[in-house]
């Protein structure tokens, strides 16, 4: 069984920082990619920052140079730093990624439970 624990949600005023940190963990085989995705109720749930194996960090235009995308491979774990927090960036932050487990074949999309941020102006 594969899961994805997010923490570090919270609530923060305008211009402040917060941290997400996202494991993954159960008989993970590789991991395709790793990323961070955003919905707020009644909207669509949007790509935040997205990091694939081998490649560079792409990110959102609303959240370039205030987000940065970082991973820890030995820990299949995903961060997620923002800076800079506007009131729009409130929202709740899901992980994502796309992986194979062991002894599988296929590599099949990942979702966490989701983490509420909240930035008060």
């Known amino acids: 069984q594969v899961q994805l624990v997010e923490s570090g949600g919270g609530l923060v005023q305008a211009g402040g920082s917060l941290r997400l940190s996202c494991a993954a963990t159960?008989?993970?085989?590789?991991?395709?990619?790793m990323g961070w995705y955003r919905q707020v109720s009644g909207k669509q749930r949007e790509l935040v920052a997205l990091?694939?194996?081998?490649?560079?960090?792409t990110y959102a235009d609303s959240v370039k140079g205030r987000f940065t995308i970082s991973r820890d491979s030995a820990k299949n774990t995903l961060y997620l730093q923002m800076n800079s927090l506007k009131p729009e960036d409130t929202a709740v932050y899901y992980c994502?990624?796309?992986?194979?487990?062991?002894?599988?074949?296929?590599?099949?999309?990942?979702w966490g439970q989701g983490t509420q941020v909240t930035v008060s102006s």
């Open positions: 990091i694939i194996t081998g490649g560079s960090p």
């Open positions: 994502y990624a796309r992986l194979r487990r062991m002894a599988s074949r296929e590599a099949l999309d990942y």
């Open positions: 159960g008989s993970i085989g590789s991991i395709n990619a």
